[in-house]
């Protein structure tokens, strides 16, 4: 079952919802940061941005105690000010998201940590040991949570039924972003939440599609926090993890294509030859993406080649070798290109499905890279099939939409 809990959000008030909301700040150019700094007071980015206002020899060091102590005091201050206001009484929070004319229906919830350590919530995604504590420690002093994990779920009827009635009511919240990104709101109390939480309870797993580490984290800070507190009630905000529970269906997967900055010492043709042992290659007229899985295209010396993949490369029955991410990497980044560790090697590069194939070429015009890979989308099935037999994807396998902002309904950890 999935088990949801109902929290008391820390929010903006209705005329400030629209300020307040933001990205995460690392998604943004330096140059629309800082105008964003400037010209917003309400903007989230103070909070998690405190020192921009600081000459630089006092700033304090990224990801120290004392800067996790500065993002706390300015969330402090945003509530003195009235800017952030919480909510008297418990809720789930209906949020919606409609980009380039897709609709993203979920619910906002504490999801169990209990679940989580007993994989009834999934995960695809190795973490790092050293990002984990740098987010559970800035979560144990921060002291709340603003950016909930995506967490998915099979389609089910009467999840649908209610929030189709949640949702024809007048939002607590309705804006648009400058990104032409419309955000809706609903705050949801009383018969309709309780029916919502008992709807939940019909489903038998839950699988984390983006937010790894940050349920991670979460998960390890619950443990910290138990150790603690060893008296404190099981239904403490701290024994569960900010979600974003959406039914799969509504999903959308995007590819990650790779940039490569090095041809490894060979020719156009001689790569085109080493492609040969395990693809079929067909010359096309022009950039496009490809029309199936275990299918490449690929951008070099100003050409587009598609690669189709021979039977032997997909003779595994193994469920990560049927990934294209790693048939790219086993096949061709490996052994053609010499890049072996995804995570570290400084001659490959990530650009998101969004971009496309428009967004391959765009970048190898600019010289900075020599191929381009194009990848057919993972399914959601793929996903779930490598979560279900304790698999881990391979890196940048996946962008998952819709992405959250940051500040709507900001999760008190130690209530």
């Known amino acids: 079952m999935a088990k949801l809990k109902a929290f008391k959000a820390v929010r903006p008030t209705r005329d400030k919802a629209h300020l307040v909301a933001s990205r995460p700040y690392y998604t943004y150019k330096p140059n629309i940061l800082e105008a964003k700094l400037e010209e917003n007071p309400y903007t989230f980015i103070h909070i998690i941005n405190p020192e921009h206002n600081i000459s630089e020899e006092l700033r304090t060091e990224p990801n120290s105690p004392e800067r996790f102590k500065n993002v706390r005091n300015v969330f402090e201050e945003f509530c003195a000010q009235g800017i952030l206001k919480q909510d008297e009484e418990e809720a789930l929070y209906v949020y919606q998201q409609t980009k380039n004319g897709h609709v993203y229906t979920g619910v906002i919830a504490g999801a169990s940590v209990e679940e989580y350590n007993n994989d009834l919530i999934k995960k695809h995604e190795a973490t790092l040991t050293e990002r984990e504590e740098m987010f559970t420690n800035y979560l144990d002093i921060v002291g709340f949570n603003a950016e909930p994990v995506l967490i998915s779920h099979r389609k089910d009827k009467l999840i649908d039924d209610l929030l189709e009635i949640i949702c024809s009511a007048r939002p607590e919240y309705e804006f648009c972003t400058a990104d032409a990104v419309k955000h809706e709101l609903w705050v949801v109390q009383d018969v309709l939440k309780e029916k919502l939480i008992e709807a939940y309870q019909s489903i038998e797993a839950t699988y ?158 600019k010289g900075k890279y020599k191929v381009g890979f194009v990848l057919y989308p993972v399914t959601i099935d793929q996903v779930k099939a490598v979560a279900d037999e304790n698999k881990i994807m391979p890196p940048k396998s996946t962008w998952v939409e819709p992405k959250m902002r940051s500040g709507l309904t900001i999760y008190k950890i130690n209530e």
């Open 208 to 365: 984390i599609a983006d937010g790894h580490h940050r349920s991670a984290s979460s998960a390890l800070l619950s443990q910290r926090m138990q150790e603690r507190y060893p008296d404190a009630s099981g239904d403490k905000n701290f024994n569960y993890i900010l979600g974003f529970l959406i039914d799969e269906t509504r999903l959308t997967i995007l590819e990650f294509n790779r940039l490569v900055k090095t041809m490894n010492g060979l020719s156009p043709q001689e790569v085109l030859t080493a492609f040969e042992e395990h693809f079929e290659i067909t010359k096309l007229d022009g950039a496009c993406s490809p029309e199936n899985m275990h299918e490449f295209h690929c951008c070099m010396d100003g050409n587009w080649y598609k690669l189709k993949c021979k039977p032997e490369v997909l003779a595994s029955k193994e469920i990560v070798d049927q990934i294209d991410a790693e048939i790219l990497t086993k096949y061709i980044l490996s052994p053609i290109f010499d890049i072996k560790d995804l995570k570290t090697n400084k001659d490959i590069n990530f650009i998101s499905g969004e971009e496309g194939h428009l967004g391959v070429e765009r970048e190898i015009a």
